[in-house]
Nanobody
């Protein structure tokens, strides 16, 4: 079964940095990782950032200027560099991808905890 696998979460102090990575578990898959979402405790899942195959990137206002998304089309991975982390960034972060028919796939999530 093809999966999106996230890594890089953990515990960090306010102002610190983390780098999340997402890759497809099966190299022959047509799934393309393209975006990050997050779900904070007691809240709905929200979009964080997206990266199109052509290079365009978009960010939620809450992370703009602090987070950077990278998409490596050759390696079929997407990475989220998170700097100047705040306690309100604490959440489970999910990678989202899709295939050529626009079917969406989600990873299991990776926990990010920012201590004050």
């Amino acid at each position: 079964q093809v999966q999106l696998v996230e890594s890089g979460g953990g515990l960090v102090q306010t102002g610190g940095s983390l780098r999340l990575s997402c890759e497809v578990s099966r190299s022959t898959s047509s799934i393309k990782p393209m975006a990050w979402y997050r779900r904070a405790p007691g809240k709905e899942r929200e979009w964080v950032a997206s990266a199109a195959a052509g290079g365009a990137r978009a960010y939620a206002d809450s992370v703009k200027g602090r987070f950077t998304i990278y998409r490596d089309n050759a390696k079929n991975t997407v990475t989220l560099q998170m700097n100047y982390l705040k306690p309100e960034d604490t959440a489970v972060y999910y990678c989202k991808g899709s295939n050529a028919r626009s079917v969406e796939y989600w990873g299991q999530g990776t926990q990010v905890t920012v201590s004050s």
